[in-house]
C-alpha cells in the first residue's frame, strides 16, 4: 500500500498563494506519475496538474499560468505552487500517485485523503 498525505490547504484571499505538498509513504518499488485533482462542491473531480517521474508536466485549463506541479523524487513527494488564486479555486485538493508495489509489481493509483483550499472574494 501508499500513502499519500496532503498539506498546505487554507484560506486564503483572491489574488493570494499557497502551496501544496503530499508525500508518499509505504512499500513500493517506484512512484510513477503524480497529479493533483480538485473537487469543488456538486462538482466532479478534475484534474489540475500532472507529472511524470522525469519532470514532464501537464496542466488543466484552470492552472495553466497560474499554478506550477513540481517533484522531489528523493522525497516522494510532489508540489503544487498556487498563485493568483481566485474564488473559484475553492475546492478539495486531491494527490495521486502512480506506484509499483513491493514485492507484487502490482501497479496502482493511490489517493490522499484532500486538503481544503478556500478563495476568499
Known amino acids: 500500500q501508499v500513502q499519500l498525505v496532503e498539506s498546505g490547504g487554507g484560506l486564503v484571499q483572491a489574488g493570494g498563494s499557497l502551496r501544496l505538498s503530499c508525500v508518499a509513504s509505504?512499500?513500493?518499488?517506484?512512484?510513477?506519475?503524480m497529479a493533483w485533482y480538485r473537487q469543488a462542491p456538486g462538482k466532479q473531480r478534475d484534474v489540475v496538474a500532472t507529472i511524470t517521474n522525469s519532470g514532464s508536466t501537464t496542466y488543466g485549463d484552470s492552472a495553466k499560468g497560474r499554478f506550477t506541479i513540481s517533484r522531489d523524487n528523493a522525497k516522494n513527494t510532489v508540489y503544487l505552487q498556487m498563485s493568483s488564486l481566485e474564488p473559484e479555486d475553492t475546492a478539495v485538493y486531491y494527490c495521486?500517485?502512480?506506484?509499483?508495489?513491493?514485492?507484487?509489481?502490482?501497479?496502482?493509483?493511490?489517493w490522499g485523503q484532500g486538503t481544503q483550499v478556500t478563495v476568499s472574494a
Open positions: 495521486a500517485a502512480h506506484a509499483t508495489l513491493l514485492p507484487s509489481s502490482y501497479a496502482y493509483w493511490a
Open positions: 509505504g512499500r513500493f518499488a517506484s512512484i510513477n506519475d
